[in-house]
């Protein structure tokens, strides 16, 4: 398994650069490409609710402009914090796992468990039957 434990200092400090002013949920996400190289998003959020973006998809939007679309994803940290500074537990949103799948191959996610504790899991454990687009179409 490829380990997000150093990735998470990074996502901590995506997480401070939040736009977050409606959930007040500061989440950052930081990923290593099977470059080797590092790349990081927040969330950005918007007046008009539902285009909110999430941390994970702009971490891989940024991957995606370094790297084009030869960009595969090793492992991600995803770190979240409330209002008054405190850890809160947020395993990737549903989008956001379909999002992480299109890159992964046997890549591994990182996030903060609800008991408390940094949990480790391959993207395929967290999108069983994820939807591929099929080719005869
Ligand atoms: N959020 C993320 O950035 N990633 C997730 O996987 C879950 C949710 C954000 C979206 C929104 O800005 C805030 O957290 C509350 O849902």
């Known amino acids: 398994m490829n380990h997000t ?29 099977a470059s080797g190289a590092t790349y990081s998003g927040c969330n950005v959020e918007n007046g008009s609710l539902s285009i909110g973006l999430c941390a994970e998809r702009a971490a ?4 995606v402009l370094a790297e084009g679309p ?31 799948q299109e890159f992964a191959g046997d890549a591994t996610v990182g996030f903060l468990g609800g008991d408390g504790s940094w949990t480790e899991v391959g993207v395929e454990s967290l999108l069983p039957h994820g939807f591929v687009l099929p080719e005869d179409l």
């Open 60 to 63: 891989i939007a940024a991957a």
């Open 5 to 33: 434990t150093s990735l998470r200092p990074l996502a901590d400090a995506a997480s401070r650069q939040a736009y977050a002013p409606y959930s007040r949920l500061h989440v950052g996400a930081a990923l290593r490409s």
């Open 70 to 100: 030869a960009f595969r994803l090793s492992a991600i940290a995803i770190s979240a914090f409330n209002s008054h500074g405190r850890a809160m537990p947020v395993p990737p949103c549903g989008a956001c796992r379909q999002a992480l």
